[in-house]
């Protein structure tokens, strides 16, 4: 089994700044892809963000492509989502996800299309951005 503890969340004004950790464990292969995905009330996840371990390749979504950035301290099973330039719309639970990289893995990036084909999910955290 896979475990993934998120931290790091809370209230900022709009464009600051925050810093999302995801503390993992468990069997490196199950999680090779680890991605960040963020919900709010009534809509679909949305990925934002991954990272595929063994390359440190990453992937971004349309929404957060040049203002946030993933990577990973790989001794300390530690992956980290650097947010940067944070809008209202970017207020949501922010999830950290692990999966093997069967039927994630495209070329060498970890697919973020689809919340479903991530395995392992941490209990979220918070991000409030205000005006």
């Known amino acids: 089994q896979v475990q993934l503890v998120e931290s790091g969340g809370g209230s900022v004004q709009a464009g600051g700044s925050l810093r999302l950790s995801c503390t993992v464990s468990?069997?490196?292969?199950?999680?090779?892809?680890i991605a960040w995905f963020r919900q709010t009330l009534g809509k679909e996840r949305e990925g934002i963000a991954s990272?595929?371990?063994?390359?440190?390749?990453?992937t971004y979504g349309a929404s957060v492509s040049g203002r946030f950035t993933v990577s990973q301290d790989y001794a300390a099973d530690r992956v980290f989502l650097h947010m940067n330039d944070l809008a209202i719309e970017d207020t949501a639970m922010y999830y950290c996800?692990?999966?093997?990289?069967?039927?994630?893995?495209?070329?060498?990036?970890?697919?973020?299309?689809?919340?479903?084909?991530?395995?392992?999910w941490g209990q979220g955290a918070e991000v409030t951005v205000s005006s």
């Open positions: 996800a692990a999966t093997p990289i069967v039927g994630v893995l495209v070329g060498d990036s970890c697919s973020i299309a689809y919340a479903g084909k991530y395995r392992f």
């Open positions: 468990g069997a490196p292969y199950m999680r090779e892809c």
């Open positions: 990272i595929y371990t063994s390359g440190n390749s990453t």
